[in-house]
């Protein structure tokens, strides 16, 4: 067993621990010495790990959409047909505003980071191809585009409302928008 200065999982610990205070005090109120402190590490070994905090949310938010991205992979990977796709996307909209609110403060902290810097502008387009990419196996691009655009909505609809609506809503809308499709594609 190795003994001494070697930890290979500290990147790793650093990252999650950002995500969690993220998650907590919001993109501003997240520091190296925060960060740092909540992963049991050195502060100097955040400089050895990341160049800077920008690094580090950049590897933070990665992390995170690519666990989102696998979320949507999953979900929608296991439908055998276009029904078992709706279905599957309904479950993904109920299941991402079924109360994670970590989830739902770090996707929306990505979110206004994405609006004032382009880095991560373009960490959430490439979050956004990739969803659209498992939609695309049971739709066309357009429909695609707009059942994304649905799953977004009315998660953080569902999320944030003091009464959230029921499933009957979240599948009518993606009947709504998936017999758009069939129509065009006819």
Do not use: N
Not at 4 to 22: C, F, Q, T
Not at 98 to 124: I, K, M, N, W
């Amino acid at each position: 067993m190795a003994t001494g200065r070697v930890d290979p999982e500290r990147r790793e610990r650093i990252i999650a621990a950002a995500l969690d205070l993220i998650a907590e005090e919001g993109v501003a109120g997240t520091s190296h010495r925060k960060v740092a402190a909540r992963a049991g590490v050195p502060l100097g070994s955040m400089t050895y790990h990341f160049q800077g905090m920008d690094e580090l949310l950049r590897e933070a938010f990665t992390s995170f959409s690519a666990t989102m991205v696998a979320l949507f992979d999953s979900r929608l990977g296991a439908a055998g047909s276009a029904d078992e796709a709706r279905e599957a996307v309904a479950d993904l909209i109920h299941h991402l505003s079924g109360g994670d609110e970590r989830q739902l403060v770090l996707t929306h902290e990505l979110y206004t980071l994405a609006a004032r810097q382009p880095a991560f502008r373009e960490l959430t387009r490439e979050w956004m191809r990739s969803s659209r990419r498992a939609l695309e196996r049971h739709f066309d691009p357009s429909t695609a585009r707009q059942l994304d655009a649905l799953v977004e909505g009315l998660s953080m609809h569902r999320a944030l409302d003091t009464e959230p609506h029921d499933r009957a809503l979240t599948v009518d809308a993606i009947a709504r928008i998936t017999a758009a499709g069939r129509q065009a594609a006819s």
